[in-house]
């Protein structure tokens, strides 16, 4: 697959960073993570706005700039020719000479084939366990995964798929998901703090309150326990079905039907972007 | 200078690694950074003790076996014929399929020219801030300095030249470096958890309790802001005097006498050790 570093298209196999580069040195860098369905980057502008304020919090010097970013993506999807797939847009923290300084980044955008959730887990839900932690700086994409990927071992052993991240009674979200709530009165609640912006939280969000009550607040473990329905979100994953919370079954044990309702709301989102952009680009 | 990459030597400027390296994904992998003095690699089996421990807890599966580490850094130390250096040892989470689970690791070892304090910092002591924060699985030595990376901005605004973590009123540690008070009644104390326990730290310890009562226990901020002396220990600092914390003006204002005493211990300690190090070449 093609892919772009620092100005230059090139075959994936051959990017390479020097050792000196910060994210090797220091974990150091942001990036962003965006779908592209039929050929369209959806909810492109939302996915940049949020790149940006991830390398400006992190005081990342001198990011590309946004016509760059546009003129890459949309010649990459061209250029790949694959309708379906994943765009990773990486800003390390670049060659650094001192090892902590971070200085111009290294800019990696990079096209991907999508691993979907199987027929199974969308259909039977799955189980997750949760585990005290909040991440650093939460509201920015940086690539410091270590709790993420370190927890995977006990994520595995407890034959789980995920693990939801929680402090002090609050639960907040998980490693690279959103978390969702639906209350015994079918009300739709999401964490507001501690959290990643999901794009797809924030696309559900506004779509979900033409059928539903929608409340972004504070919620405890207690309460998670005690849901009707709880889900995840993820711009991969979309809505995923939760059934099983450490060794509580959630409601029936079963996907419910606003999880399932609401997985309708955002492909019908989804759609209308979808045609909107390719109507876009046939009136050009 | 001549590094190390994979079973490879090869100058530093060659070593690179590929994009999909777990580093630069998801900031996973870890390090360790050790000392070379008079050409011989300062405590190195502490360290490498160290290294393998932090390998094993985050299930970094296959790490080079001791006997490869050793004779890359003989190595490298004979054929860079540099006397005063720092060898640094990374061993990433590898070329992860799926971007997020380890594999066997990429091993990248390279020698750096030291920079040491300076005369004035050493003879004037230093000030820090403090900042709220516990690093992620702190007894190990992951490459995840996000936090500390980011809060250099904080640090240079307030003209110190580091920053103390505290949580809940306990304080820990630097980013990178450890923390030690001396009380009113000449007692040295250093935080005890929820820190990375360091080389120096260690052997600090274990030599200070000639001249000193020494206490490894939970240290308070208002204990820090109420304290004689105050100092800094790590592989490449030493033993650095600070002299403010935040608003605080630490005893005097200046280096105490305690501080410079275990600065002679410390170097006494080294020089010890070169001079058995030595020796044992010597005999072979």
Same mark, same amino acid.
């Given at each position: 697959?093609? $892919?772009?570093?620092?100005? /230059?298209?090139? &075959?994936?196999?051959?990017?390479?960073?020097?050792?000196?580069?910060? $994210?090797?040195?220091?974990?150091?860098?942001?990036?962003?993570?965006?779908?592209?369905?039929?050929?369209?980057?959806?909810?492109? /502008?939302?996915?940049?706005?949020?790149?940006?304020?991830? %390398? $400006?919090?992190?005081?990342? &010097?001198?990011? &590309? /700039?946004?016509?760059?970013?546009?003129?890459?993506?949309?010649?990459?999807?061209?250029?790949? @020719?694959?309708?379906?797939?994943?765009?990773?847009?990486?800003?390390? #923290?670049?060659? $650094?000479?001192?090892?902590?300084?971070?200085?111009? #980044?290294?800019?990696?955008?990079?096209?991907?084939?999508?691993?979907?959730?199987?027929?199974?887990?969308?259909?039977?839900?799955?189980?997750?366990?949760?585990? &005290?932690?909040?991440?650093?700086?939460?509201?920015?994409?940086?690539?410091?995964?270590t709790m993420g990927v370190w927890l995977q071992q006990k994520v595995k052993q407890a034959k789980a798929a995920d693990v939801l991240y929680h402090h002090d009674g609050i639960v907040s979200e998980f490693p690279r998901c959103n978390f969702f709530v639906v209350t015994r009165q079918g009300i739709v609640v999401t964490p507001h703090q501690f959290i990643l912006h999901g794009i797809t939280r924030k696309?559900?969000? +506004?779509?979900?309150?033409?059928?539903? +009550?929608?409340?972004?607040?504070?919620?405890?473990?207690?309460?998670?326990?005690?849901?009707?329905?709880?889900?995840?979100?993820?711009?991969?994953?979309?809505?995923?079905?939760?059934?099983?919370?450490?060794?509580?079954?959630?409601?029936? #044990?079963?996907?419910?039907?606003?999880?399932? %309702?609401?997985?309708?709301?955002?492909?019908?989102? @989804?759609?209308?972007?979808?045609?909107?952009?390719?109507? %876009?680009? #046939?009136?050009?």
């Open positions: 697959m093609l $892919s772009y570093l620092n100005g /230059e298209f090139l &075959p994936l196999e051959r990017a390479h960073l020097h050792v000196s580069d910060l $994210s090797i040195q220091r974990g150091f860098g942001i990036f962003d993570f965006l779908r592209v369905k039929e050929f369209v980057p959806l909810y492109l /502008e939302h996915y940049l706005d949020r790149f940006y304020n991830s %390398a $400006s919090r992190m005081g990342l &010097p001198d990011p &590309p /700039e946004r016509a760059e970013l546009h003129s890459v993506i949309r010649e990459l999807i061209r250029r790949n @020719e694959v309708a379906e797939a994943g765009m990773k847009i990486i800003l390390t #923290g670049g060659y $650094s000479p001192d090892a902590y300084t971070p200085v111009k #980044g290294n800019l990696i955008v990079s096209q991907h084939a999508l691993v979907l959730p199987s027929v199974n887990q969308v259909e039977q839900g799955i189980k997750v366990i949760t585990y &005290p932690y909040r991440r650093d700086i939460p509201e920015v994409k940086t690539i410091n995964y696309k559900l969000l +506004e779509s979900a309150t033409r059928q539903f +009550e929608v409340q972004e607040r504070t919620v405890t473990l207690q309460e998670v326990y005690d849901s009707a329905e709880l889900f995840l979100t993820s711009t991969t994953k979309g809505i995923l079905p939760i059934v099983q919370v450490d060794d509580h079954v959630i409601g029936s #044990g079963k996907p419910g039907p606003v999880t399932w %309702a609401l997985r309708e709301v955002l492909q019908k989102t @989804e759609q209308r972007e979808i045609e909107i952009a390719t109507a %876009a680009i #046939g009136s050009r």
